[in-house]
Nanobody, 122 residues
Framework: VQLQASGGGLVQAGGSLRLSCAASGLTFSAYVMGWFRQAPGKEREFVAAIFGGRGIYYADSVKGRFTISKDNVKNTVYLQMSSLKPEDTAVYSC?????????????????WGQGTQVTVSS
């Protein structure tokens, strides 16, 4: 299984970025796909997850600003980030899991991709 995240970069506060995560080696539609982030000196934290046909779950800190989506034909999950804030600065990683009760927990995910850096300047 491989997960390859891309799309990070430097953006000014208030701007937007779209992250992509291309998955291979798994039955993409059968997996919960999640995005996590880790800021310098902080623990990795949950951002968003998408599962089943329409299941979507966001961290409170990004609700209303970020949108997760997926394309089961391209085996890709996206994270559209808008109204970015300096506190959104982090390395963003995608993950895949078979699901569980606590999708905000890292232990629910079996596969992880390398992250992509997002830096939001003030």
């Amino acid at each position: 299984v491989q997960l390859q995240a891309s799309g990070g970069g430097l953006v000014q506060a208030g701007g937007s970025l779209r992250l992509s995560c291309a998955a291979s080696g798994l039955t993409f539609s059968a997996y919960v796909m999640g995005w996590f982030r880790q800021a310098p000196g902080k623990e990795r934290e949950f951002v968003a997850a998408i599962f089943g046909g329409r299941g979507i779950y966001y961290a409170d800190s990004v609700k209303g600003r970020f949108t997760i989506s997926k394309d089961n034909v391209k085996n890709t999950v996206y994270l559209q980030m808008s109204s970015l804030k300096p506190e959104d600065t982090a390395v963003y990683s995608c993950a895949a899991g078979r699901g569980g009760l606590r999708l905000e927990k890292e232990k629910e995910y079996n596969y992880w991709g390398q992250g992509t850096q997002v830096t939001v300047s003030s």
